[in-house]
Nanobody, 122 residues
Framework: QVQFVETGGGSVQPGGSLRLSCVGS????????MGWYRQAPGKQRELVAT???????NYADSVKGRFTISRDNAEHTVYLQMDGLKPEDTAVYYC????????????????WGQGTPVTVSS
């Protein structure tokens, strides 16, 4: 079974920083795309940032210049460094992985982590 576990969420004041991490289970062989989405109360889930295995990165306009995504392909881990946080960044942040292959030869089109909450408030 393939799982992704997120850590690093919490509460911070406006202007503060947080770093989210998402680690895939040890039976993973490869992941084409890893990224972060978020869902604020009463809103639809939206893209934050994604990173392909060969390093192509995409950011939502709302986080460009403030958030930085990075990944460690060998460890099947993706990070999200969030600086200059604003109250509108408050949401549950979900790790997303696409085109996943396991050591056993199984493939998954898309999987999600359980989510980690981020609250930005004074």
């Amino acid at each position: 079974q393939v799982q992704f576990v997120e850590t690093g969420g919490g509460s911070v004041q406006p202007g503060g920083s947080l770093r989210l991490s998402c680690v895939g289970s040890t039976n993973i062989f490869s992941i084409e795309s890893m990224g972060w989405y978020r869902q604020a109360p009463g809103k639809q889930r939206e893209l934050v940032a994604t990173c392909t295995r060969d390093g192509r990165i995409n950011y939502a306009d709302s986080v460009k210049g403030r958030f930085t995504i990075s990944r460690d392909n060998a460890e099947h881990t993706v990070y999200l460094q969030m600086d200059g946080l604003k109250p509108e960044d408050t949401a549950v942040y979900y790790c997303n992985a696409r085109d996943i292959w396991t050591m056993q030869g199984y493939s998954y089109l898309e999987l999600w982590g359980q989510g980690t909450p981020v609250t930005v408030s004074s």
